[in-house]
């Protein structure tokens, strides 16, 4: 069974900086692209950076210029450099890994970690 574990969140001020690390374990073969959504309560999830395993990089437009993702592909991990944080980057960040082949699935698969909190105060 794949599992997508989050690691890095926390409480800092506003400006301050924090890395996530997702990493993914399980009978992988191998993982098209992971990313990092965030929600807050009464929100839509959205998309806050992606990457594939070619390294090409997506990143939402409030994020632009402050946050940074990169991966391991020998370790099936990701991260994100967050810098720069503004109160309203608060919110649970929750890890993706999409089209994940796995040793026992006949096509690839899609995979969520239980997401981290951070929370950025003013």
């Known amino acids: 069974q794949v599992q997508l574990v989050e690691s890095g969140g926390g409480l800092v001020q506003a400006g301050g900086s924090l890395r996530l690390s997702c990493a993914a374990s399980?009978?992988?073969?191998?993982?098209?692209?992971m990313g990092w959504y965030r929600q807050v309560p009464g929100k839509q999830r959205e998309l806050v950076a992606s990457?594939?395993?070619?390294?090409?990089?997506r990143y939402a437009d409030s994020v632009k210029g402050r946050f940074t993702i990169s991966r391991d592909n020998a370790k099936n991990t990701v991260y994100l450099q967050m810098n720069s944080l503004k109160p309203e980057d608060t919110a649970v960040y929750y890890c993706n890994a999409d089209g994940v082949v796995v040793a026992y699935e006949p096509s690839a698969m899609n995979y969520w970690g239980k997401g981290i909190l951070v929370a950025v105060s003013s």
């Open positions: 990457i594939t395993r070619g390294g090409s990089e």
């Open positions: 399980g009978s992988i073969f191998s993982i098209n692209v």
